[in-house]
C-alpha cells in the first residue's frame, strides 16, 4: 500500500508539472515558427525537428545550429552564459552524430565591461572544447545583455529525432559529476573537467553513429528529460513508456526537478535497437558516465509515465501536439514554396 500511494504521488506530480513546464511551453513555440515558414513537412530534404539542420554535403552532411539564452539567465550568470553558449552548441552537433568545426556569436550588452564575462566565459569554453569563435556581431549600446550562438560542424553518419522505432530501448546517458549552478537548474558537469574529457565523451556520439549502432539522439534541454523525449517521440510518429525510477539520476537533485527541468551540461536521450543496448551501455560507462535502459518505443504515439508498478498517461500527441514536427505534419498540405 506505501509504494502503491508512493507511485499514485509521484506520477501524479509529474504529469501535472509537465503539463506547467516552462520548458515544455517554450518548445510549443516552435510549433508557430515552423508552421509560418511551411518548413515542418517530414517528406522536404531536410526535416525540421532536430537538434540541427543537416544539409547533405558530398558523403556526409553539414550541420548548422544556433541557441539563443533568456535575458535573466544571461545577466544573472554571464560567465556562464557566454560558456553555455559554446558547450549547448558542441552537444546539439554530436545529437546528430557530428563534430563541431566553429563557431559565431551575436552578442549585445550596455558596455564593453559588462560583455566582458559573457566573452571570457565564451573564450574558456572555445578553449575547452577545442571549437573557435570566428566571428559573430556584437553592440554595446543595447540596454540589457542579450546572446546567441550559432554554430557548424559535420556529420559522416547521422542521428536524427526521426528513426525511433516501437520496440526501440530508451537510454538515458548523463554525466552526473557535477552540481546545481544555482539558481538555475543547469547541472555543471563541465565547467572543472578536464578539456581531454569532455572532448573525448562528445565522441561517444559521432562514433555510434558511424558505427550503426544508434537509432535516434536527442540532447537533453531545458524542457529536462522528459520534455526532450516527448520531442524525441513526436518527430519519429511514436510513443513510449518510461520508468521514471530507472533515469540516472545524481541523489541531491529531486526528481521532478531532474526531470522536468534540469538542463545537463552533457545528458542525452537515445533510441536503440535491442541488440546494440550492451554495446552502447558499455561505451558510456567505459568513460564513467551514467547510461541506463529507461523504458521502451511503442506504436500508441503516447507517453506513459511508470513508477512502483504503477503507470500514467503523461501526453497524446493525438490531441495535444508539441512542436508539429513529424510524421503528423505529413497529413497537411505541403507549401508551394518550402523553406529548408
Known sequence: MIDDARAQDTLDALVAGLQASRGVAAK???????????????????PVGDD??????????????????????VARDPWFAGWCGVMVNVSDIAAMGGRPLAVVDDIWGRDSGHLRAILDGMAAASRAFGVPVVGGHSSASAAQEQLSVAIIGRANRLLTSFDARPGDALLVAVDLRGAYREPFPHWNAATTAPPARLRADLELLPALAEDGLCRAAKDISQAGVIGTLLMLLECSGVGATLDVRRVPRPPQAPLARWLLQTFPSYGYVL??????????????????????????????RRLQLRAYGETRLAWDFATQPLTGCGPVAAASPVPETVHA
Do not use: K, Y
Request: include cysteine; proline fraction near 3%; aromatic fraction near 6%.
Open 28 to 46: 510549443r513555440d516552435i510549433a508557430a515558427a515552423v508552421a509560418a515558414l511551411g518548413i515542418a513537412d517530414p517528406r522536404a530534404a531536410v
Open 271 to 300: 533510441a536503440v535497437a535491442p541488440e546494440h543496448v550492451a554495446a552502447v551501455s558499455a561505451r558510456f560507462h567505459a568513460r564513467d558516465l551514467a547510461c541506463a535502459v529507461v523504458g521502451s518505443c511503442d506504436d500508441t
Open 52 to 73: 540541427c539542420a543537416a544539409l547533405a554535403d558530398g558523403d556526409g552532411h553539414l550541420l548548422f545550429a544556433i541557441e539563443g539564452f533568456l535575458n535573466d539567465f
